[in-house]
């Protein structure tokens, strides 16, 4: 083999080996990549079946009921409200009608299966993709208000 040949064939093998190491990183990448919804766009059937992503939003006031370590509860924007099930240990500043983030999967019966709740930190802070999301379903809730009168 002359040492053209082999300088090509050294090559196209690493570009080979750089291909393979890229596409299984891409594909690591996403496998773990978490989206977030609102509740809005769970109801809307945006929310990806038989894949985790994070609904965030209000703990509706009066839904939360608990069963030994299980516990429902729904989450709002104001304008959609999906049920949701944990099974564990809350956070200490989880309260009804306050700011919340949930990553699980979506249920084919409609029901959000959390495996991780995270709650608010302070008084003043909500989760910056949930409190968008309020202020959306608000918005869009006041236009359709207008629009009926």
Known sequence: MKPRHKRLAVIALGL???GVAAALVLNAFEQNLVFFFTPSQVAANEAPQGRTFRIGGMVQSGSVQRSG????????????????LYNGALPDLFREGKGVVAQGQLGPDGVFR????LAKHDENYMP????EAVKRAQETADRM?????
Not at 69 to 84: M, N, Q, S
Not at 128 to 131: D, Y
Not at 145 to 149: G, N
Request: charged share 30%; glycine share 0%; no cysteine.
């Open 114 to 117: 959390a495996r991780e709740v």
């Open 16 to 18: 080979a080996a750089l």
């Open 128 to 131: 910056p993709e949930a409190a």
């Open 69 to 84: 370590v299980e516990v429902r509860f729904l989450v709002t924007d104001t304008a959609k409200t999906i049920p949701v």
């Open 145 to 149: 208000a207008k629009t009926l009168k």
